[in-house]
């Protein structure tokens, strides 16, 4: 038995069969007469011509062949049912028919390059035009078995590699295949880490990388750095190893053209590390744009003192006062290298920045957790702002649900995790409600590259036993007008009483009129019975307090003020923090108790200690935090209270806060502090002694 195989000019399978006995061929469809001396085998013929009738083969009686039209059928007869044939017949096929094979996976080779900030995808070595891929790849999604190319070939669908592989790589993005020219695929930028890790994962495909796709995917996952590096000569900082390695992952990710999430445990520096990038990128660019930085509002005098202090001729404005102020500092923001503003603000704002449609060249989310909901008015307000390059920066990129982790994504790079829509079908309902490991594996691949999270312990070789920091906070402003009102009067009473009575006799009055500006700045309803308004101050300790509790540390609080922790604790209760406090009304033979539980129990994070209650006495190592709430007269007052946690036993490295408002009388007692240290550390906690040292200009400056 003989079948001769080809297609017509539809692409319909065409079968002739002869049946041969000797040297003669019979074609069993037609109705010719054969020699009746001619032992024909019935019974054979009749069961090969019926497996074409399963086939589903139809009678061209015109021509007395076989054709089979239906396309499934046809697919089915060369996958499947040619085996079959194969066994029965002596198969003769013509080269029209043999050229349109089924395609199913082969070894595959792809040219992969980097050009115009797009990851350029060379599809000319696949078996098929790429012309046909939107329509394959449609057929794929709908899980058809195959596709029929123009030509009459076939592309297996079904378990075929090559097409799984281009359907991973364009999963989720906006890919129009129809409109690929040059048999070349372009992707956005942020799919070069996801697309070497599928390479790695299937051998069959064999990849040509042209130098610059090299060099990023070995670049961004950046461990350790080889060389020396560079750091720019407007940065006055000595930065730490892994600093430096921050700040390299950074400027890797800036070159191309990608956002990251530095998400440094708190006290590690993120800022120094964002300064210096910013310093690297104004001194290689003659007309540099410049970069908006967004955090709360209590850290943004904090921002503008970091840059001051760790940077050299770089220009910076804080965007703050009323309307009419602020409009005209966003107008002058072309001016500055730096502009700060916060996420309450710039709320307000956007429409004024939309007036003058800046590009901004960094732009930087602090505190990144404010934009976790991505309804809210913070998030849809910084992703409206252009920027070349965006980060992050936080200590949580995730506080309670993944969805917090994809807002801050897509404010870095819109539409790296896709919408929130199949980002939550992919991944956060099969990792938060069925637990799925394989998704949580694909997830934190897709992440890896673009977060940096390093923790103390891990850089503990590269911290200081202790370190120190400052942190200012604005008024509000009604606390504002009381202040300034009540310095005005101060100021004014102070000078007679001098006048009056001689600096010596003065001490005891004098020191009421400092310490009445104080609590002020701690918060007015210390002394103010009806005060119904916010303090800048507890406003930005709360803040620390939820983020350092988040971020898994144990933290001391002092303050000189007792009467401060009944107006801290209302506070901490709206937001569900436990806490123990230690005051001088603390029994003695509680005190002890206090203490253990505190350095045991790992669900208190919390304790309030009235400085001069818990300044001596006390062994709180179970803390690897020190806030203090108030600046206290006396610098060794303060470090005897920092001294409870930072003493022998403790294998934790410690983070001090020292909270100072802004423009205030704190300020001033921090700069004495400074000044005159070896005065100070030589004072015991006596405030009539310290005073008594101060010249009489030294009092008076502090009423400025």
Same mark, same amino acid.
């Given at each position: 038995a003989k079948l001769y195989l080809d297609y017509n000019e539809k692409n319909y399978v065409l079968a002739d069969i002869k049946f041969v006995y000797d040297n003669i061929e019979i074609n069993p469809l037609d109705n010719q007469p054969h020699s009746e001396l001619l032992s024909r085998e019935t019974i054979k013929e009749a069961k090969l011509i019926n497996m074409f009738v399963k086939s589903g083969f139809m009678l061209d009686q015109k021509n007395n062949r076989l054709i089979l039209a239906d396309e499934e059928k046809i697919y089915k007869f060369l996958t499947n049912d040619i085996n079959s044939y194969m066994k029965n017949f002596e198969i003769l096929a013509t080269d029209n028919f043999?050229?349109?094979?089924?395609?199913?996976?082969?070894?595959?080779?792809?040219?992969?390059?980097?050009?115009?900030?797009?990851?350029?995808?060379?599809?000319?070595?696949?078996?098929?035009?790429?012309?046909?891929?939107?329509?394959?790849? %449609?057929?794929? =999604?709908?899980? #058809?078995?195959?596709?029929?190319?123009?030509?009459? @070939?076939?592309?297996?669908?079904?378990? *075929? +590699?090559?097409?799984?592989?281009?359907?991973?790589?364009?999963?989720?993005?906006?890919?129009?295949?129809?409109?690929?020219?040059?048999?070349?695929?372009?992707?956005?930028?942020?799919?070069?880490?996801?697309?070497?890790?599928?390479?790695?994962?299937?051998?069959?495909?064999?990849?040509?990388?042209?130098?610059?796709?090299?060099?990023?995917?070995?670049?961004?996952?950046?461990?350790?750095?080889?060389?020396?590096?560079?750091?720019?000569?407007?940065?006055?900082?000595?930065?730490?190893?892994?600093?430096?390695?921050?700040?390299?992952?950074?400027?890797?990710?800036?070159?191309?053209?990608?956002?990251?999430?530095?998400?440094?445990?708190?006290?590690?520096?993120?800022?120094?590390?964002?300064?210096?990038?910013?310093?690297?990128?104004? %001194?290689?660019? =003659?007309?540099? #744009?410049?970069?908006?930085?967004?955090?709360?509002? @209590?850290?943004?005098?904090?921002?503008? *003192? +970091?840059?001051?202090?760790?940077?050299?001729?770089?220009?910076?404005?804080?965007?703050?006062?009323?309307?009419?102020?602020?409009?005209?500092?966003?107008?002058?923001?072309?001016?500055?290298?730096?502009v700060i503003t916060s996420y309450e603000l710039l709320k307000r704002d956007i429409e004024e920045y939309k007036k003058y449609d800046y590009e901004f060249r960094y732009l930087i989310a602090d505190e990144a957790q404010y934009i976790k909901n991505n309804n809210t008015q913070n998030a849809k307000a910084i992703k409206y702002v252009t920027a070349k390059t965006r980060f992050a920066l936080t200590g949580t990129p995730i506080e309670n649900a993944l969805s917090e982790l994809w807002s801050i994504f897509d404010f870095i790079m819109p539409g790296y995790l896709f919408n929130y829509r199949k980002f939550k079908e992919l991944y956060e309902t099969p990792i938060v409600k069925e637990n799925d490991a394989q998704a949580m594996e694909k997830l934190k691949q897709l992440i890896e590259p673009f977060v940096l999270r390093r923790i103390k312990k891990e850089v503990l070789k590269e911290l200081p036993d202790k370190t120190i920091t400052v942190l200012t906070s604005q008024m509000v402003d009604e606390q504002q007008d009381i202040y300034l009102s009540y310095l005005a009067q101060a100021k004014k009473d102070a000078f007679a009483e001098i006048k009056e009575n001689g600096i010596e006799k003065s001490q005891i009055k004098i020191l009421a009129l400092l310490t009445r500006l104080r609590q002020i700045c701690c918060h007015p309803s210390l002394f103010i019975e009806n005060y119904k308004g916010e303090s800048g101050k507890l406003n930005q300790c709360i803040e620390i307090v939820k983020d350092a509790i988040q971020s898994g540390h144990k933290i001391l609080l002092f303050s000189g003020y007792a009467t401060m922790f009944e107006i801290i604790e209302k506070e901490l209760k709206k937001e569900n923090i436990e806490y123990l406090k230690l005051t001088g009304q603390t029994k003695v033979s509680d005190r002890i108790d206090l203490v253990n539980e505190f350095n045991n129990n790992p669900d208190k994070k919390l304790f309030l200690i009235s400085l001069k209650a818990g300044g001596t006495g006390l062994n709180l190592i179970g803390a690897d935090m020190v806030i203090h709430y108030d600046p206290w007269w006396n610098l060794s007052a303060e470090n005897q209270a920092t001294d409870r946690t930072y003493r022998i036993g403790q294998k934790k490295n410690v983070q001090v806060y020292k909270l100072i408002t802004k423009n205030s009388i704190e300020e001033k007692i921090y700069e004495l502090q400074k000044r005159k240290e070896t005065l100070i550390d030589s004072m015991l906690s006596v405030n009539q002694t310290f005073i008594s040292k101060l010249s009489k200009e030294d009092i008076m400056n502090l009423f400025e």
């Open positions: 043999r050229e349109k094979e089924v395609k199913g996976t082969t070894s595959v080779n792809l040219g992969v390059r980097i050009e115009n900030n797009l990851l350029d995808v060379d599809l000319s070595n696949l078996e098929f035009n790429a012309d046909e891929l939107q329509a394959i790849m %449609e057929g794929y =999604k709908l899980k #058809k078995k195959y596709y029929r190319l123009k030509n009459g @070939s076939f592309v297996v669908l079904e378990d *075929n +590699e090559t097409i799984k592989f281009i359907d991973s790589i364009t999963k989720d993005i906006d890919i129009d295949y129809s409109k690929i020219k040059n048999n070349t695929l372009k992707l956005p930028m942020y799919r070069a880490l996801y697309l070497e890790k599928i390479l790695e994962q299937n051998q069959f495909i064999k990849a040509t990388k042209d130098d610059k796709y090299k060099d990023l995917v070995e670049n961004i996952d950046i461990k350790e750095i080889n060389a020396e590096m560079q750091m720019p000569k407007n940065l006055n900082a000595n930065l730490r190893e892994y600093q430096k390695i921050g700040v390299k992952w950074l400027e890797t990710l800036d070159y191309y053209g990608l956002g990251g999430i530095l998400a440094d445990d708190m006290g590690l520096g993120k800022t120094v590390q964002i300064l210096a990038v910013i310093c690297q990128y104004l %001194e290689s660019e =003659k007309n540099a #744009k410049p970069t908006l930085i967004v955090c709360p509002s @209590s850290l943004c005098l904090n921002w503008q *003192n +970091e840059a001051e202090k760790f940077t050299k001729n770089v220009s910076s404005i804080v965007i703050h006062g009323s309307l009419e102020e602020r409009q005209k500092q966003i107008k002058s923001i072309p001016k500055f290298n730096i």
